[in-house]
């Protein structure tokens, strides 16, 4: 036994990390406990200001190397021009958390029930929950097995998983607007970590290692009605805080989970174990 030696396997310095959807409410808690532990970190969004600011806030308290880059991860060009300006500021990625998702340019579209549910709606979140992370996976996944190195964390949504309890949504509000988990979402999500299972396999002899990071329900802006009834149906009977998504990435960025791929971690509270 040596000092140290397990406690460092959680070290990150030295590694370039890649965040998609890295400006957003989960993404800057896991960029953050990226360079919190070392790692160089591009932080991969679709507004400019947004990522300039968080890479800003990286580089000042963390004391890490920091980028913004604007990309739109359902497009394949602007795809490969992100993963150049990355390598070109930071060099070769160790480490691809595949995080963007979108809910559409209609939140009304988005919450329709699944009778009215259009077509156009479904595709266009498809575009990005789905084909995105494919399209992320394939371009750095693929300079990553060249390499012999990497890990690519995933995520999905307890969602993806398990179906919603539609309950728990009657007077349930987020931003002061009534919700519902549409079928796009769940539908998406479980492509995520089906993704994920057979890239895994794919690339693991080529020492590229693919899991899903399955979160639970987190508090961000929905109202009373929606946290008591959802922390109800959870066994350890509360929401989960961001920060306790952001530690379970960083055991599946760093070599503290070495010998771990193909698998959907869920971090939900003990909800699915019901």
Not at 22 to 38: R, Y
Not at 80 to 88: G, K, R
Request: proline fraction near 4%.
């Amino acid at each position: 036994m040596k000092p140290g030696s397990y406690r460092s396997r959680f070290d990150l310095t030295g590694r370039v990390a890649v965040v998609t959807g890295g400006a957003g409410i989960l993404g800057q808690n896991f960029v953050a406990a990226l360079a919190d532990h070392g790692a160089s970190v591009a932080v991969v969004d679709l507004d400019r200001d947004k990522v300039d600011d968080v890479a800003a806030q990286l580089r000042d308290a963390f004391s890490v190397s920091a980028v913004g880059v604007v990309s739109d991860v359902s497009d394949p060009k602007s795809v490969a021009d992100m993963v150049s300006q990355v390598e070109s500021s930071l060099g070769p990625v160790d480490i691809l958390h595949n995080n963007a998702a979108t809910k559409g340019s209609s939140l009304d579209a988005f919450f329709e029930p699944v009778p009215t549910f259009s077509l156009d709606a479904w595709r266009e979140i498809m575009a990005v929950n789905l084909d995105g992370l494919f399209l992320v996976a394939q371009a750095i996944g693929s300079r990553m097995a060249e390499r012999g190195r990497g890990s690519i964390i995933q995520t999905a949504s307890i969602y993806g998983a398990i179906a919603p309890d539609q309950r728990i949504y009657e007077g349930s509000l987020y931003m002061g607007r009534p919700i519902n988990t549409p079928p796009v979402y769940a539908a998406s999500k479980a492509g995520v970590i089906g993704l994920t299972k057979y890239l895994a396999t794919y690339w693991a002899d080529k020492g590229v290692r693919v899991n899903t990071l399955t979160p639970g329900g987190v508090e961000s802006g929905q109202n009373d009605v929606f946290r008591q009834r959802y922390a109800a149906r959870v066994p350890m009977c509360r929401m989960a805080d961001p920060e306790e998504m952001a530690s379970t990435l960083v055991f599946l960025a760093s070599d503290a989970s070495s010998y771990i791929t193909g698998q959907n971690i869920m971090v939900d509270g003990g909800l699915s174990a019901w």
